[in-house]
C-alpha cells in the first residue's frame, strides 16, 4: 500500500517563511511568538534541540522586522576557539596577534542596521560573555587590540541547545547575560513533539530532493510512513531530511518503500529513548503493593518512600517531555524552578 505525498494543510497561522514547515499546535505557538516580536527591536532568545530549525526562525524574524533591508549575519559560537570568535565578532586591528596582518571588522560591524544570529551562545566563554553583555548594554565595543570605540545597531537574536539556567548554577554562563538575551525567549519543539507535521515535512522534502535529482518519488509505502512516525528523531528535522534525501537517491522507481529507510527507524538498531515511559497510576499500585509487603510493624517511612518513588519517576517524565529544559518543566509541575533543582540532584536525575 501506498499514499500519494503529503501537501500542506490549511492552518490558523501560516509559516512566516515558505522554507518553515508544519501546522501542528506546538509550531503554531511558534509562529505566533514569531509574528509578534518580529517588528520589535528587543532581543530574542530561541531554545531547541539541535536541529529543530532554530536558525529558520532567526532568518523569519529577521525578515519580518523593520530591518528586513539590512543584512542578516550568523555566527556559529560553538565552531570557533575563544580567540578566533572574538576576533570573528568584534574584529581586530594589525599586529593585535600573531597573523593579525591588517585591519578587520568584525560581525557585529558587518551587521550594522540589521540582526546578528549567534548561535549556540551557551558554548561562549565568560570573558566573550561580558563583551557581549557591553554590546547589548551599550551598543558598543572596541576591537581586539585597539581602544577606539565602535557603536553599532544591531539586533541581536541568541541561540541555545543547552538549558541555560542550568548552565547558570554550573557558573558556565553569566546570569546577568541570561536576563539580557531572555527577553523574549521562543522554545522550538523537537519533531517528536510535533510528530503531526511529519506527513507534511516528509512531502516537502520529497518535492525537492526530486526536483534536485530528477527523480519521480511521488509515493510513500503505508509502513514506511509509518515507521518515519513512530521514530524518536534524536536529530531532529535535519535527520528526517538526510533520510528522504537518500530515500529518494536510492530509490528505483516512484515509490518510498520501507527497504529505502535506516534499519534503526524499524527498531533492530533504535537508538535510545530519552526518558523512560512508565505509566504512572501502575507504577503507584506495584509501589504501594510492593511497599505494603516489605513493610515491618514499626515502619513509619511507609508513605515517605512511596511519595518518592512515585515523585522520582513523575519528575523524570516531565523533563524527558519537556527536553530537559528545567524552567518548562518547572511551570509543568507547578513548582519553581530552584524546588525543581533541588529534586533533579536529590534523585540523581541532574543528567
Known sequence: MNSAVPTRSSGTLPPPLPELIGQGAAMQEVYGFTNKVARTNTS????????????????????????RNGPFVRVNCGALSENLLESELFGHVRGAFTGAVGNRAGRFEAAHSGSIFLDEINSTTPKL????????QEREFERVG?????????RVIAASNRDLLGEIEAERFREDLYYRLNVVP???????????????????FLNYYNDLNDRFV????????????????PGNVRELQNYIERAVVLADGD??????????????????RRGRRVDLETLTQEVVQEGLATAGADDDN????????????????????????????????GINRNTLHKKLKEYSLEK
Not at 530574542?44 to 530591518?67: N, P, Q
Request: proline share 5%.
Open 146 to 154: 585597539d581602544t577606539e570605540t565602535i557603536r553599532v545597531d544591531t
Open 129 to 136: 560573555q561580558v563583551k557581549l553583555l557591553r554590546v547589548l
Open 302 to 333: 511507609l508513605h515517605a518512600r512511596i511519595v518518592r518513588r512515585i515523585e522520582r519517576e513523575l519528575i523524570a517524565q516531565v523533563m524527558a517531555h519537556c527536553d530537559n529544559v528545567q524552567i518548562k518543566a518547572a511551570n509543568r509541575l
Open 255 to 272: 515509490e518510498l518503500t520501507p527497504e529505502l529507510l535506516p534499519p534503526e527507524l524499524f527498531g533492530s538498531e533504535r537508538p535510545v
Open 44 to 67: 530574542v532568545l530561541l531554545l531547541g534541540e539541535t536541529g529543530t530549525g532554530k536558525e529558520l526562525i532567526a532568518r523569519a524574524i529577521h525578515r519580518l522586522s523593520l530591518r
Open 218 to 233: 511521488v509515493h510513500i509505502h503505508t509502513d514506511a510512513m509509518q515507521a518515519l512516525q513512530d521514530y524518536d528523531w
Open 186 to 204: 521562543i522554545y522550538i519543539p523537537s519533531l517528536r513533539q510535533r510528530r503531526e507535521d511529519i506527513p507534511e515535512l516528509v512531502g516537502h
